[in-house]
């Protein structure tokens, strides 16, 4: 038998458009290998069987569609539903009821905080029956908004820092032991008002000037160079990683589809994205172009990715602070629907951030 050579794709047909999007639709929904008799019973394409075998047989030649040895129907390639979301995908806005939904789900939770992202990946997983993933919007500096201390014992501060863009960071400030005879709570008070009268919208670079400038023979500003030099640490960590967390939901929605009955796989999945070189590639990427980026299948560059799709939106103001949320899934995902829903949250996530710097 000759072999087929695959030829460069150039514009399909509107009948080769139907058929490939006919094509796409049912594996979706199946998971099976797609069969010309099946096209013709089931969407109304007005031709015959043989006309649909021909046009499934080009659409292969072109690359577009595979044929699996053990099936006499096909599925399509990387290849394939690139072009369908290049040039025929149709965006399926979310219904206004379910948008009110959300909006109102938003509005329940704490502002600011790390509820935010949850609910964004729990909103994104049920409506997708995918995985959603969000990262918290992070900026290239981080702002200071509040300073708390909490007295542990007379030697050790807890130290709440809260920053503009959302985050809450924690830690425990050993202090000099020549200042334990006057360290209680209503100390740490007067520090936490002095800093925040300080360091109020301060990045680490401003923060650490005005940190060396505190009077270190008045005990409260002397306590209070020794906090600002851990906030200034706590800041330049937290601007150092290109992804400080990513929020995930719905991996059981993943773990059902066929093509992950082997755990396995899943798992190397998984454990890519927990890779924050590689996330922070992403975000980078996605946050550059300031749209949704649609990544199928081998288009990326990590083997382990190579079965699976993501639909990635940026959200948050360039200068200020830029997130990513999103949907994973198999190849075979309904691209309409996520990039309808994604494209939704990101719009919604911006309108909180919006509200955040107001």
């Known amino acids: ?71 006499a ?53 049920g409506l997708t029956r995918s995985a959603g993933i969000a990262t918290p919007a992070k900026p290239h500096a981080a702002h200071i908004r ?77 306590i209070a160079a020794k906090v600002g030099e851990r906030i200034v640490r706590i800041l330049r960590d937290y601007d150092a990683a290109a992804v400080e967390e990513v929020f995930s939901d719905g991996l059981l929605n993943v773990m059902e589809a066929p093509e992950f009955a082997q755990s396995d796989k899943l798992r190397q999945v998984f454990s890519a994205l927990e890779n924050r070189a590689y996330l922070g590639e992403l975000v980078g990427s996605v946050a550059g172009t300031g749209r949704i980026r649609v990544v199928i299948g081998a288009e990326n560059p990590r083997e382990e990715m190579h079965d699976v799709s993501l639909v990635l939106a940026p959200y948050g103001r360039p200068g200020r602070a830029i997130g990513v949320v999103g949907v994973l899934g198999p190849t075979r995902m309904s691209y309409s629907n996520a990039i309808g829903t994604v494209s939704f949250v990101s719009g919604l996530m911006n309108e909180l951030l919006d509200h955040l710097y107001a």
């Open 1 to 71: 038998m000759a072999r087929r050579v695959r030829r460069p794709l150039g514009p399909l047909d509107l009948r080769s458009q139907a058929i490939l999007r006919a094509v796409i639709e049912e594996y979706v929904t199946t998971a099976q290998p797609v069969g010309s008799q099946a096209l013709v019973d089931r969407y109304g394409l007005g031709v015959s069987s043989a006309t649909v075998r021909n046009i499934l047989a080009e659409l292969e030649i072109a690359g577009l569609l595979g044929h699996p040895h053990t099936s």
């Open 73 to 125: 129907g096909r599925v399509p390639t990387d290849a394939g539903y690139r072009f369908f979301v290049e040039s025929m995908v149709d965006v399926v806005p979310l219904p206004a009821v379910e948008q009110l939904m959300i909006r109102h789900q938003f509005g329940q939770v704490e502002f600011a905080s790390e509820h935010w992202f949850r609910l964004a990946a729990t909103t994104l997983a």
């Open 146 to 222: 509040r300073v708390d201390l909490v007295a542990v014992n007379e030697r050790m501060a807890s130290l709440i820092l809260v920053l503009r863009e959302g985050a809450i960071k924690q830690a425990v400030v050993t202090l000099d032991e020549a200042d334990a005879d006057i360290v209680d709570q209503s100390t740490l008070n007067g520090v936490a008002g002095l800093l925040n009268e300080r360091l109020l919208d301060r990045t680490a670079t401003s923060a650490e000037q005005l940190v060396d400038t505190l009077d270190t023979d008045d005990p409260v500003a002397r």
